[in-house]
């Protein structure tokens, strides 16, 4: 069929035609956001969910709904080893300058920036343009404990964006990324500037470990936030998701190969959206057949170990890939420390600083404990494909 009219989008964090099966998330954030707006209480998210599985896509979703209720939104996403500081410097310079040009919010705006531009000294934050003819106040949001400047910027903000009839919803991707100390400085401003009822909402996305690393972090964040799962679709919707764009542009496919999809990707987005982007442009058409479904399936994983697979192991060491490919012969997880070492003729302990390394990297992560599992849905077979 017709290449360019493929409606599939399988590249990382593209928006999939059918947005199926999330409507629950959508609906949440959507009430969240118009209480934050009215000055009524208002609960942050976490989405938390395996490599693939849409969450990034659900966070720019969110994000077009905030600016929809009135919300100004900042989105960003956290690299390995990067600050909070550092990150949120200028979304939150971005956001004052903004609420700064409403003339009920100006002073307090400016205010904040004044914070601002203290707090940028004092992490070393390089600063450029028209912020420079600022001086700092001192005292606000300088002493230099993130967790005590950032809730005085979050404070700012949401005084300010309260005096313009606004609000803010910072959209934070990676979150697994965040040091124990920025985390924690994030969940002590959220919960900070929700008992004053200011219209701040954050929305982060991240691995499943996340909702351990929030409660580490502080044991009221389990309070503080929702953890909606973001895991693979249903049947039901899985199908919907490929059948409904398939017939938006007036072509179909039959039940057969429908199923086949549906059952081999086991209703994992982005597996979802690869495979029937192959079977469309594999497909004479106007109908996707059960032949051209088989057909294209060695060809999408093939893509897949190219591409979302290999990007994976390639930031392993080879003692890293000896570990996860160990994992991957035991079978499906999760899989038993105990089991892993055995395996190896290692003891538990001595694997405890690899284990460490590749949890960091976001390979695998701590179901339990004592348990470990890929972050990654199919992982263990494409180890096992490599022989």
């Not at 990676?174 to 900070?192: G, K, N, R």
């Not at 909702?211 to 199908?239: C, H, I, M, N, Q």
Request: charged share 25%.
């Amino acid at each position: 069929m017709d290449p360019y009219r493929n409606p599939f989008a399988p590249g990382a964090g593209s928006r999939p035609p059918e947005l199926a099966g999330r409507d629950d998330i959508l609906e949440a954030a959507k009430i969240a956001c118009g209480r934050a707006i009215k000055g009524r209480s208002a609960r942050s998210m976490m989405l938390l969910g395996l490599r693939g599985t849409g969450k990034t896509v659900l966070l720019n979703e969110i994000g077009k709904i905030a600016e929809s209720e009135g919300l100004l939104v900042s989105k960003v996403e956290s690299p390995e080893g990067e600050s909070l500081a550092r990150l949120l410097y200028p979304e939150m310079r971005k956001i004052m300058r903004s609420l700064s040009t409403v003339e009920a919010a100006r002073q307090i705006a400016f205010r904040g920036l004044k914070g601002l531009r203290g707090f940028a000294a004092i992490f070393k934050i390089e600063v450029a343009g028209i912020d420079l003819g600022v001086e700092p106040e001192p005292g606000l949001a300088d002493s230099g404990d993130i967790q005590h400047d950032l809730p005085d910027l979050f404070h700012s903000i949401g005084r300010a964006a309260t005096a313009a009839g606004k609000g803010w919803l910072l959209l934070i991707d990676e979150v697994q990324y965040l040091s124990e100390s920025d985390l924690s400085a994030l969940i002590v401003s959220i919960h900070s500037v929700a008992q004053e009822g200011l219209p701040i909402l954050l929305v982060g996305a991240g691995l499943p470990q996340v909702a351990r690393l929030a409660g580490e972090a502080k044991s009221y964040a389990e309070r503080l936030f929702l953890y909606p799962g973001v895991g693979a679709l249903d049947p039901k919707s899985a199908a919907l998701a490929v059948e409904k764009p398939i017939e938006d542009e007036e072509a179909s496919i039959t039940p057969s190969a429908l199923d086949l999809i549906v059952e081999r990707t086991r209703g994992y987005p982005f597996f979802l959206q690869e495979w029937a982007s192959v079977a469309w442009n594999n497909a004479e058409g106007p109908e996707i057949s059960i032949d051209d479904a088989s057909r294209s399936y060695d060809e999408t994983l093939a893509s897949l170990d190219r591409g979302f697979f290999r990007v994976r192991i390639d930031r392993l060491t080879k003692a890293e890939v000896q570990f996860v490919k160990t994992m991957s012969n035991l079978g499906d997880g999760p899989y038993a420390m105990a089991d892993i070492a055995k395996a190896m003729d290692r003891s538990p302990s001595s694997l405890g600083p690899t284990r460490a390394k590749i949890i960091t990297k976001g390979m695998i992560y701590s179901t339990d404990h004592g348990y470990l599992d890929f972050t990654v849905p199919l992982f263990a077979e494409f180890m096992r494909r490599q022989g």
